[in-house]
């Protein structure tokens, strides 16, 4: 009978978390399609100028680049993700000389962490370096309060500007001052 008890709970609470996991997909999905309406409305924002594609390694993914209007980087590249974890996370990879800033290839690389810790303090978006040494930077965005259709449009509106951080950043990685 003990067994039988035991069995139940362990059914019963296996059921449970699948339709916990089905009802979380769900409402992922939905946040999807509403950063996707945002980003093919906003994207066209002369102040934005971003074509957005869903990724096809990861559905969640959207990405795009910013080549107008730049003084220092090539590109931005924008890495926009709904997460498992009830959030949006943007990640601005600027792509200079034919590549990402790297710190692993950076001329003083602890003045570029140094520089990059510092701009986190003083700007909008925060600044890292991903698992391969790549720098970005980003902003995540909680959905606690509910869908941030604004946040997400004010984001966008900065992305541009961090071509100016990548000019004071050159000192580090190029040797060159900024223009």
Known sequence: MRLLRFCAVIVF???TCASSA????????????????VLNSAGARSDVNITFQQSTKNPYNFFGS???GLKNAASLEVIVSVTKSNTIGFRVYPHYRGGYINLG???DQSGLMRRLLYLSDQNFLFWGADDTGDVFCGYTVTLESGFPRDAIIVVLRSIHNTDTFVGELRPFFDG???A
Not at 22 to 37: L, N, P
């Open 13 to 15: 609470a296996v059921l």
């Open 22 to 37: 089905k009802a979380q997909d769900a409402e992922r999905d939905a946040t999807r399609e509403q950063v996707r309406q």
């Open 66 to 68: 910013a080549t107008s």
């Open 105 to 107: 290839k950076a001329r």
């Open 176 to 178: 060159t001052t900024p």
